[in-house]
């Protein structure tokens, strides 16, 4: 590989976690762990009863403790320790990516294993064990909060997601659909020529006409691409595709 290597962007959702076995979010019946997402992941949540949001982030840090990446994750990182050009963007809270080997991963919706102030989002605290409770506090003296973007919030990384997308020479989406938001808006971001590969159970139904669709999970479909690609030591859209 060279300096001037294609760029492989990979945009990941919430079905690359759950094949790690993390339980998500789905708008089907609104709820996320048998709570109201109105109750656990909104500022008017946490103004109301913090207490239970913090306990609710706690159980979901212990899970997410417990998980290990899966061949998805472990075939992103190693296409990068092979000299490809990866950067990740995810709407993942998780460090899956991370534990996995990858160094180059952006979080559109924070991360679950940080705390921050509930004054200056400037200031985060790692949580590498444990979690927050009442009265822990920021260095500004504020209760500390989970380092996510909450339901009603803005997306603090969404413009950096979008030149990251905007320098993209492949673009590969993964665990999410193409007619979510913000990945739907993300996908816009790639320049006209970039080819795009959707890996889903379901992509062939999902996937406009221009996406290329890889009908498989992504615990399959990944390491199946990876392995193309570094067979080939190339970035390309395989004919079978």
Known sequence: MTDSQPRLVVLTGAGISAESGLKTFRDGDGLWENHAIEDVATPEAWVRDPELVLRFYDERRTQVRRAKP???HHALAELEQAGFDVRIVTQNIDDLHERAGSRDVLHLHGEILKARSSIDPRL??????????????????????????????????????????????????????????????????????????????????????????????????????????????????PEWL
């Open 124 to 237: 985060l605290y790692p949580l590498p064990r444990g979690g927050i409770k009442l009265g822990d506090l920021c260095d500004k003296g504020s209760q500390l909060r989970p380092h996510v973007v909450w339901f009603g919030e803005a997306v603090p990384t969404y413009p950096h997601a979008c030149d990251i997308v905007a320098e993209a020479d492949l673009l590969l989406v993964v665990g999410t659909s193409l007619s979510v938001m913000p990945a739907a808006m993300l996908v816009d971001q790639a320049p006209v020529e970039c080819p795009c590969i959707l890996v889903d159970p379901k992509a062939s139904h999902l996937s406009p006409r221009w996406v290329k669709a890889l009908d498989r999970p992504a615990s399959e479909g990944l390491p199946t691409l990876a392995e193309h690609w570094k067979r080939e030591n190339r970035l390309w859209v």
């Open 70 to 72: 899966n061949p998805a």
